[in-house]
């Protein structure tokens, strides 16, 4: 589980939000809105102690991320899979050794048990036979495809997806999408998801978030979204140009 | 006091890097990845910047000494001690701010602005153990290598300038050469070496480490790890010389 507790950051005198504060069960899918430039990113990194924030908290599992010492906190991390947007692919090896990466260093498995793990995931991203290429060839999608593999080869238990379909083609986002919904159904994998893509949110998340104004502007089920009133949430969809 | 910010900052890096050194599973690939990105593949550039230096040193010092109060051999020896003492280690230093150093910032500063340093952390890794430590051990250990090797050919690029031109037969130059040949010399040249390699490739980690701001980010902090690893390779020169000669 995590918890999220009065957290408050900014970057010299710009003030990104403040006292955020909401709790994510497991195996639940959240996902995180709001409009460009509003912090969704930074939310995110904080999850991860990738950031920490001026003020607040946040709880994995009972765990203080912020009060944790270097090596307790890189064994947190280790429950975590994160894509990154433009996917953080290592340049310097090919597709396979990417998605081998963690594998190799964090576990003890032999080159031919990483072989199968790996083309397992590469199977499920739909992208068997590309392991050879260098990622410099991968397309957009295909490198998203890529980093998702490799956040979840060490099954993780929570997998953060910032933007995981922006720039995508319709049918590149909606395969994103069913494989976020598999991880999350299958794979048991509590989901965070930052995007502005309502037809994802719809899509796959279980509870929104929406980012507004310097701080948590809304949230509830996707039930409770349709039927909102907030009128700056209800602005933002409408800017979306999608219907609910 | 954004000196002094980035001094701190620097001296953080090197702390965490010197805390996880016995992590050597982590970062044994990259190492050897390094030895031959940083040595093996440096030996052209200083080998010619080695062979050129000795031979405009042997002209300009014949041309300077051209009396009869000195024996021709003295180009010679004093060929042979100002590369060994100084020019294979400063000259070999400077072009390697170029080569070895921007080449480490950019990779780094490229890693960072893509959130590949970021993927390495949140997956557990320690990117400092990953990417500083190997970075610089290899600048420790190959620096004082190509230094022996910008040495050897900077005396050779003498000798066969020297032969060559017809300024002074090669067995009278290396008799020079040899005759003040101090080995002592060749110590203090490996010392301030070991300590180039440190201070180009910790810069210039550092700064590729602390990158920011996209395309332009990177080129700035290639630029600044460049121009900052000369200017303290200058210093530490001058450091060196007033304690150790």
């Known amino acids: 589980m995590i918890e999220i507790k009065n957290l408050s950051k900014s970057f010299g005198e710009n003030l990104v939000w403040e006292n955020i504060k909401f709790d994510i069960s497991d195996g639940e899918t959240l996902a995180i809105i709001g409009k460009s430039g509003c912090g969704k990113s930074v939310l995110l990194k904080h999850l991860n102690a990738l950031l920490y924030p001026d003020k607040g908290e946040v709880v994995i599992d009972g765990y203080k991320l912020f009060e944790l010492s270097y090596a307790e906190l890189r064994k947190i991390r280790q429950k975590f899979g994160i894509l990154f947007q433009g996917g953080a692919l290592f340049d310097s090896i090919n597709t396979f050794e990417n998605v081998a990466f963690p594998l190799r260093y964090f576990t003890n498995l032999g080159e031919l048990e990483i072989r199968k793990k790996v083309e397992k995931a590469l199977e499920m991203v739909n992208l068997i036979g590309s392991g050879d290429k260098p990622t410099s060839a991968l397309s957009g999608g295909m490198r998203k495809r890529v980093g998702l593999a490799r956040a979840i080869i060490l099954e993780p238990e929570y997998v953060l997806y910032d933007e995981p379909t922006s720039g995508l083609d319709p049918q590149t986002s909606e395969e994103i999408n069913d494989l976020i919904i598999y991880m999350s159904e299958q794979l048991e994998i509590t989901s965070i998801v930052i995007t502005h893509d309502m037809h994802s949110v719809l899509q796959i998340a279980e509870k929104v978030m929406f980012l507004d104004q310097k701080k948590l502007s809304w949230h509830g089920t996707i039930e409770e979204m349709k039927s909102s009133t907030d009128e700056s949430l209800l602005d933002f969809i409408k800017a979306s140009e999608y219907q609910i | ?245």
């Not at chain 2, 982590?26 to 940083?38: C, D």
């Not at chain 2, 062979?51 to 021709?72: I, K, R």
């Open chain 2, 1 to 245: 006091m954004e000196a002094i910010r980035q001094l701190g900052q620097y001296a953080t890096l090197l702390y965490h890097a010197l805390r996880s050194i016995l992590e050597f599973s982590i970062y044994r690939k990259n190492l050897f990845q390094e030895f031959v990105k940083i040595g093996y593949e440096s030996i052209p550039i200083i080998m010619l910047t080695g062979v050129f230096t000795g031979a405009v040193l042997t002209l300009q010092t014949a041309y300077q000494l051209d009396t009869d109060f000195y024996p021709a051999s003295i180009v010679g020896s004093i060929v042979g001690q100002s590369i060994i003492i100084e020019l294979a280690a400063v000259i070999g230093a400077l072009v390697l701010a170029g080569k070895v150093g921007a080449r480490i910032s950019t990779e780094i500063g490229t890693m960072r602005v893509s959130e590949q340093i970021d993927a390495l952390e949140s997956m557990g890794f320690n990117s400092v153990t990953f990417l500083v430590i190997p970075r610089v051990l290899s600048g420790i250990f190959m620096f004082p290598v190509l230094y022996v090797i910008a040495a050897v050919t900077g005396i050779l690029g003498g000798l066969l300038a020297g032969s060559l031109d017809g300024i002074l037969p090669a067995a009278e130059f290396m008799q020079g050469a040899r005759e003040f040949f101090f080995p002592e010399d060749v110590v203090f040249g490996v010392v301030k070496s070991f300590v180039f390699g440190f201070v180009i490739t910790s810069i210039s980690s550092f700064k590729g480490y602390y990158a920011s701001g996209g395309a332009e980010g990177v080129g700035n902090a290639t630029t600044q790890a460049t121009v900052l690893s000369c200017i303290y390779v200058l210093l530490s020169d001058f450091v060196l010389a007033a304690l150790l000669l």
